[in-house]
């Protein structure tokens, strides 16, 4: 593993957070284009509901992918397409305003794109380049620029929306996903330099050894005696790391069952998630409130997620994880109940934004810490990608059959109930889960 100062790795996470909030605040702030789409278009709720559905499932279904690219490949192309797609899914998708069109904009290019800069490519760049001690916290410093994001992204977002229309704010959104560009050089420039260096400081160590003890290197010997140097530096790196191949590493964390538990668990926070992103609005406009609550109650769960995901990774340095997922998971569960029992007034939406931004996406640096436990570094962005997966499969029907309860009942009743089982369940899923190594052999 490289070394690096506490400057640069704070550099490093900090553009990685930044280009979470990017992707992060533009995917969690569409449900607020839900209602001026179905307006605009005529399309129905049910139909928008399931572009958005097919963008949570596909959005999970990339991660694998991309982390095995990111780990085989590194980063910076996979972050160079993810940005591209985005900017035109978004930019596109106002001027295709069909079912088919919202589904291939919305649904597979933007989702496509917001896949690469996400948790799994993100966490597990940062990762691989930090000590074990370090990581938890860079998982929660990371996971809180995603929350920024939403905090930063839906209350502009409707101010656009309310000034200009939902065409203008969704254009402005796909152009400010372009700010992650510099930030990728950021980030993976800092890779690039402490190698040049490493390398370079190689090479002149090897060329005064050679003077002390032969008195001249030859150019030629100098590079062999280099390429062992750093072939040398290469396996110290690697020598605590996992040494599976991609498919023997897939088939042990699959028939693992902490690793199926953490997975399973996961899927409800995705159900929740997208859930609340795509129907929240709809929740506030049937109890007659303002569209300006529910921009600022998805910011609330922003801001405050940003507090939940540091309290997360650094608890997760002092606890075991399984205990801080089951706490999370089951406490949805007792705010979702609480919300059903209280008037559905202003304060409500803004006191349950609160509390649930605690705890939004405080699941990820724990999920991210069991992988790397269990698994090592190695593989992490693939890992943590699968449990990506599982999380998105959860957000598929979240978004889906959210739509069809309230375009069939007119209302999301049954959702809420389904949200806190699932909550309940989730918790005590997470309970016999063991953090322990797994041996790194079949």
């Given at each position: ?55 949570q499932?596909?959005?999970?279904a990339?991660?694998?992918f ?25 930019v ?18 933007s ?117 062992a ?30 690793f ?67 706490l ?42 069991i992988?790397?436990?269990?698994f ?12 990506l ?27 809420w ?26």
């Open positions: 593993m490289t070394q690096y100062t506490n400057k640069q790795i704070w550099y490093i996470m900090a553009a990685a957070a930044a280009i979470l909030l990017i992707t992060m605040g533009a995917r969690q702030s569409v449900g607020l284009f839900v209602h001026p789409l179905h307006m605009s278009s005529g399309m129905s709720i049910a139909d928008i509901s399931l572009a958005l559905a097919i963008g499932f596909v959005w999970g990339v991660q694998p991309y982390g095995a690219a990111a780990d085989k490949y590194g980063s910076r192309a996979v972050l160079y397409v993810g940005t591209a797609l985005l900017f035109i899914g978004s596109w998708a106002p001027y295709w305003q069909t079912t088919f069109g919202v589904t291939v904009t919305l649904g597979l290019l989702t496509i794109g917001a896949g690469a800069g996400s948790f799994s490519v993100l966490i597990g760049a940062v990762s691989a380049q930090l000590p074990p001690e370090k990581r938890s916290f860079a998982g929660g410093f990371i996971n809180a620029g995603g929350s920024m994001g939403q905090f930063v992204y839906a209350p502009i977002l409707q101010v656009l929306i309310s000034a200009f229309g939902w065409v203008f704010a969704m254009v402005a959104m796909g152009f400010s996903t372009l700010l992650s560009i510099p930030l990728i050089e950021v980030l993976c420039g800092q890779r690039r330099k402490k190698v040049t260096a490493a390398t370079a400081g190689a090479v002149a160590g090897t060329v005064a050894e050679g003077a002390v003890a032969e008195g001249a290197v030859a150019a030629g010997e100098a590079a062999e005696v280099t390429a140097a750093k072939e040398k530096a290469r396996g110290q790196a690697q020598h605590h790391e996992n040494t599976l191949t991609i498919k023997e590493q897939l088939k042990q964390a699959l028939t693992n069952r902490s199926i538990f953490l997975s399973a668990g996961f899927f409800t926070c995705g159900f929740h998630v997208a859930f609340l992103v795509t129907h929240l609005p709809g929740e506030v406009a049937l109890c007659g409130l303002m569209p300006q609550v529910s921009a600022n109650s998805l910011a609330f769960i922003g801001l405050f997620n940003i507090v939940g995901s540091l309290l997360a990774g650094w608890a997760g340095n002092r606890y075991r994880m399984k205990y801080i997922l089951a999370v998971y089951g406490s949805r569960a007792v705010m979702i109940a609480a919300y059903l029992l209280a008037p559905k007034t202003e304060l409500t939406f803004y006191i349950f934004s609160m509390a649930l931004g605690m705890t939004w996406l405080a699941t990820v640096p724990p999920t991210a810490g992988v790397g436990k269990l090592g570094t190695r593989y992490m962005a693939m890992l943590f990608g699968i449990t997966f599982s999380h998105q499969i959860g957000g598929f029907l979240g978004a889906y059959l959210g739509g069809l309860a309230v375009t069939y009942s007119g209302n999301y009743e049954w959702m109930y389904a949200d806190m089982i699932l909550g309940a369940l989730a918790a005590l899923v997470n309970l016999p889960i063991k953090e322990d190594p797994v041996p790194k052999e079949l």
